[in-house]
């Protein structure tokens, strides 16, 4: 079994907005009160944070597709969706993201850092 694992592959993805709703104000005696839809929630994002107590990449070995949620659909009455929550993904000090190519996107050093 492995037991540590200092290279992975991940495939993310942030979360997807929310759809919009379309919807007309219907009121008694006022054939046309105008459209009151509400706006899609935002999806969330996908961020990586250096924690101290991480000190392998074993969880990713295992899991490498990760998605963030998705933005909830609007409603009548102008109400808006509920937005994704974000997804933090805590790394070990020093892991150096890069592209499929091996462009360098960060180097991520000391603690709290994203």
């Given at each position: ?55 392998t ?33 805590k790394v ?23």
């Amino acid at each position: 079994m492995t037991t540590f694992v200092d290279r992975v592959v991940l495939h993310l993805q942030a979360g997807d907005g929310g759809h919009g709703c379309v919807s007309i104000h219907r009121e008694k005696f006022k054939p046309f009160g105008g459209p009151d839809g509400g706006n899609g929630g935002h999806g969330g994002s996908v961020s990586l944070v250096v924690d101290p107590q991480v000190t392998t990449l074993l969880d990713f070995h295992f899991r490498p597709h990760v998605k963030a949620e998705n933005g909830k659909g609007g409603a009548g009455s102008n109400r808006d969706g509920a937005n994704g929550r974000d997804l933090v993904l805590k790394v070990p000090d020093g892991t150096v993201v890069q592209t499929q190519d091996g462009t360098v996107l960060a180097d991520l050093v000391g603690a709290g850092t994203t």
